[in-house]
T-cell receptor, first 113, second 114 residues
Framework: GESVGLHLPTLSVQEGDNSIINCAYS??????FIWYKQESGKGPQFIID?????DKRQGQRVTVLLNKTVKHLSLQIAATQPGDSAVYFC????????????FGAGTRLTVKP | ETGVTQTPRHLVMGMTNKKSLKCEQH?????MYWYKQSAKKPLELMFV???????ENNSVPSRFSPECPNSSHLFLHLHTLQPEDSALYLC?????????????FGNGTRLTVT
């Protein structure tokens, strides 16, 4: 069954505002999480990852926060741009060799000019 | 340009046809995957190959048949599909055995079964 799930299927923000996309997971043994971005007509692209021994990790304009107590992670995008419009997935690997990557249903982010 | 190339990008086939999807990765990875992406559903893992050996088969119908001749190439052979098999089929690769190795995806084959 699904081990990760996103809270909202859609999110609309104004260009320049910050975006926050949330994800909950159910497996308390999960120790690695990944955020992917999927633009129209393309496959998912790796954005940022985080291990469970961290509660925050920053990239370029993106920050992932991990709250292991409530099994929740979020992706924050600063100064959202039109090019950020896409579907965002959280994922965590399960199973033997961590090969079974489980994905949430995705949140579609729309950036309004 | 991604490190994972899928062909064809689009495919329309009848239910009695036989076709194959092709995937090639240029990243030196040793694990390859097939995922199915349907509208409004999470990505579904279909098959996993580690070092050319199939290690996962998530109850996929036998009308889908994977083939992994080497660590860089992966095929999905299709035979007598159903209209509900219409979806985006995504190939991915990763470096198995490496801690925290994310998947790298191709851009998919959009399959329509008529």
């Amino acid at each position: 069954g699904e081990s990760v799930g996103l809270h909202l299927p859609t999110l609309s923000v104004q260009e320049g505002d910050n975006s926050i996309i949330n994800c909950a997971y159910s497996n308390s043994a999960s120790d690695y999480f990944i955020w992917y971005k999927q633009e129209s007509g393309k496959g998912p692209q790796f954005i940022i990852d985080i291990r469970s021994n961290m509660d925050k990790r920053q990239g370029q304009r993106v920050t992932v926060l991990l709250n292991k107590t409530v099994k929740h992670l979020s992706l924050q995008i600063a100064a959202t741009q039109p090019g950020d419009s896409a579907v965002y997935f959280c994922a965590d690997p399960q199973g033997r060799n961590n090969n079974d990557m489980r994905f949430g249903a995705g949140t579609r982010l729309t950036v309004k000019p | 340009e991604t490190g994972v190339t899928q062909t064809p990008r689009h495919l329309v086939m009848g239910m009695t046809n036989k076709k194959s999807l092709k995937c090639e990765q240029h990243l030196g990875h040793n694990a390859m995957y097939w995922y199915k992406q349907s509208a409004k559903k999470p990505l579904e893992l279909m098959f996993v190959y580690n070092f050319k050996e199939q290690t996962e088969n998530n109850s996929v119908p036998s009308r889908f048949s994977p083939e992994c001749p080497n660590s860089s190439h992966l095929f999905l052979h299709l035979h007598t599909l159903q209209p509900e098999d219409s979806a985006l089929y995504l190939c991915a690769s990763s470096q198995a055995g490496t801690e925290n190795s994310p998947l790298h995806f191709g851009n998919g084959t959009r399959l329509t079964v008529t």
